[in-house]
């Protein structure tokens, strides 16, 4: 089945540097890579994804890329701000296995955003 | 807007009980799914259930069933509970195609003593 490895783990900005979180997976058959964030507390959010059609996907301030040739996918967040302080889970959805929308998730990021 | 909720919030249990976490959504959504959230470990997939009374085993369904008898409700069940069952319990809901978002409900967090 397919395996998501996320890193790093813990991640520590200053306010307005940017973000960086890798995520590798293993099935080539890989087609959708969603990005989930959650703020403590709370319950995970879809804040960005991409289809594997597609290279780069922007939203304000948040953009995915993917690189299907490596297998992996990162998150960038740019002029970062104490709002962004969550656990951001990459994932993964592989049709050959998981027809059902099921998805594989990474260990999560915990991003700390330092005013 | 879509809502998926979740029986308690926190609940505590004693070790060979028998536990309950119910979870519904009202959006009509084919899929549902149980998650189990440990730090370190990301949300790990228990069950999951495409239509009403069919249920597929996720990574690590050992210790679990489930429940799907309406459309809108998805049981988890802990047939006899124990303390490595200690953990965030999180249920989500989407429809049927692959890239579909998930929606989470608020989680349970469950202790079993």
């Known amino acids: 089945g397919e395996n998501v490895e996320q890193h790093p783990s813990t991640l520590s900005v200053q306010e307005g540097d940017s973000a960086v979180i890798k995520c590798t997976y293993s099935?080539?058959?890989?087609?959708?890579f969603p990005w989930y964030k959650q703020e403590l507390g709370k319950r995970p959010q879809l804040i960005i994804d991409i289809r594997s059609n597609v290279g780069e996907k922007k939203d304000q301030r948040i953009a995915v890329t993917l690189n299907k040739t490596a297998k992996h996918f990162s998150l960038h967040i740019t002029e970062t701000q104490p709002e962004d302080s969550a656990v951001y889970f990459c994932a993964a959805s592989s049709p050959t296995t998981d027809s059902w929308g099921k998805l594989q998730f990474g260990a999560g990021t915990q991003v700390v955003v330092t005013p | 807007d879509v809502k998926v909720t979740q029986s308690s919030r926190y609940l505590v249990k004693r070790t060979g009980e028998k536990v309950f976490l119910e979870c519904v959504q009202d959006m009509d959504h084919e899929n549902m799914f149980w998650y189990r959230q440990d730090p370190g470990l990301g949300l790990r997939l228990i069950y999951f259930s495409y239509d009403v009374k069919m249920k597929e085993k996720g990574d690590i369904p050992e210790g679990y069933s489930v429940s799907r008898e309406k459309k809108e409700r998805f049981s988890l069940i802990l047939e006899s509970a124990s303390t490595n069952q200690t953990s965030m319990y999180l249920c989500a809901s989407s429809l049927l195609d692959p890239g579909d978002e998930q929606y989470f409900g608020p989680g349970t967090r469950l202790t079993v003593t």
């Open positions: 099935d080539s058959a890989s087609n959708y």
